[in-house]
T-cell receptor, first 110, second 118 residues
Framework: AQRVTQPEKLLSVFKGAPVELKCNYS??????LFWYVQYSRQRLQLLLR??SRESIKGFTADLNKGETSFHLKKPFAQEEDSAMYYC????????????FGKGTKLSVIP | DSGVTQTPKHLITATGQRVTLRCSPR?????VYWYQQSLDQGLQFLIQ???????AKGNILERFSAQQFPDLHSELNLSSLELGDSALYFC?????????????????FGEGSWLTVV
């Protein structure tokens, strides 16, 4: 079974401070990992995916297969980063849906 | 704007009633997904359709059903509603229905339908 764990329900940081949102996953095969962001109960927006190895809005995430983690990082938090962040996993071939973590609410304090 | 359209945006109904939520996927997308977002359960995958056929089932109650029509829009039917069914129901779509690995197959979400059961 596949599972995504986001250990922090709420993370508060000051503006300009570094941010790290933790995500650990459980899956026996080769998963595909994503981060989605949700502002004020709006639609979920894809932030980034591990195969793209891109940086969006200053956020990056590296897949660590040894630690089964996909932590989201940003060196300097901005107020507009305040939102709910969801880590999600797709189990690869034969798996058609995303399994989401419970989400972490990021609050950036001015 | 993701291109995924959901109606209605808000709905208030009484227990025991039945409602239908509608979703139009992005132009060209063949796959539609339904998710339920509640405060206690988080985001739960309900069901997926691909080109009119059911492809995968998640934590969908027997009181709930869905279908995808020839024009690819989808409807989620919720019946015998209970207070606990109050939630935000998201529809999402993607081009493909199979593996997401390396295919660039991205899932795009709609704005959701707020259902309140009183």
């Amino acid at each position: 079974a596949q599972r995504v764990t986001q250990p922090e329900k709420l993370l508060s940081v000051f503006k300009g401070a570094p941010v790290e949102l933790k995500c650990n996953y459980s899956y026996s095969g080769s998963p595909e990992l994503f981060w989605y962001v949700q502002y004020s109960r709006q639609r979920l927006q894809l932030l980034l995916r591990h195969i793209s190895r891109e940086s969006i809005k200053g956020f990056t995430a590296d897949l660590n297969k040894g630690e089964t983690s996909f932590h989201l990082k940003k060196p300097f938090a901005q107020e507009e980063d305040s939102a709910m962040y969801y880590c999600a996993l797709s189990g690869g071939a034969g798996s058609y849906q995303l399994t989401f973590g419970k989400g972490t609410k990021l609050s950036v304090i001015p | 704007d993701s291109g995924v359209t959901q109606t209605p945006k808000h709905l208030i109904t009484a227990t025991g009633q039945r409602v239908t939520l509608r979703c139009s996927p992005r132009s060209g997308d063949l796959s539609v997904y339904w998710y339920q977002q509640s405060l206690d359960q988080g985001l739960q995958f309900l069901i997926q359709y691909y080109n009119g056929e059911e492809r995968a089932k998640g934590n969908i109650l027997e009181r709930f059903s869905a279908q995808q029509f020839p024009d690819l829009h989808s409807e989620l039917n919720l019946s015998s509603l209970e207070l606990g069914d109050s939630a935000l129901y998201f529809c999402a779509s993607s081009l493909l229905g199979g593996s997401l690995l390396g295919s660039g197959n991205t899932i795009y979400f709609g704005e959701g339908s707020w259902l309140t059961v009183v």
